[in-house]
């Protein structure tokens, strides 16, 4: 679910003008069983791979495409492997409420405006990310950590497409989006006491 209330912020972005809202999103997270303890008794831990989706931050499933907590159950199960091996047998997915007053949402055409306007006026700033010789896999993170830089934002949404456990054993790559993806910048957005363990499972059913 998805709250939202105007608020005040707004910011100008090449003469297109973006209003802010404070947006309350309800996020799901699946994660091994046994980050139970430390999740729920400290914070979640940011993702800082340099291939990260939309750059660095803590991912949530939220309502969108497809139906959150499936999708973070299915994403947990299927980290659960690495290089053909069982990392963890057990999964746990987590449930928080997430509270931002400024969002990036590229799931509408004004957010991908947005986007595409500022990746433009960045590529030319910082023409060093950007290098001939660069690991292209992290253009995205980059790109995104600019973005949200510049923008002072909180978290930022996207439609991803994720490969699930039949698309990853068949190989099928898709640009078709079929997941909602939120990305926390600010950690301090997601309400701690609200965070809950909701199911939990054995990876090989």
Known sequence: ??????????????????????????????????????????????????????????????????????????????????????????????????????????????????????????IKKHDDCFQKNRDFRSDDRVMWNLVAQTMKLDAVVHNLYIKDRVQRIKKIGSNVPNTTVLCVKVPTSIVRETIEVVCDGEVRQ
Request: include cysteine; charged fraction near 25%; glycine fraction near 6%.
């Open 1 to 122: 679910m998805h709250n939202a209330q105007v608020s005040e912020i707004s910011v100008l972005v090449k003469n297109t003008r973006i209003v802010f809202v404070t947006i309350e999103y309800t996020g799901f997270h699946g994660s091994d069983f046994d980050n139970v303890k430390s999740i729920l008794a400290e914070k979640f831990r940011e993702s800082e791979n340099n291939d990260e989706w939309l750059g660095y931050g803590v991912y949530f499933f939220v309502e969108g495409i497809s139906e959150p907590k499936e999708n973070a159950i299915e994403w947990a199960r299927n980290q659960s492997y690495a290089n053909g091996k069982l990392k963890y047998d057990k999964y746990a997915v987590f449930k928080a409420k997430i509270v931002c007053d400024r969002v990036l949402d590229t799931t509408n055409t004004q957010g991908l405006a947005v986007f595409n306007t500022l990746r433009n006026a960045l």
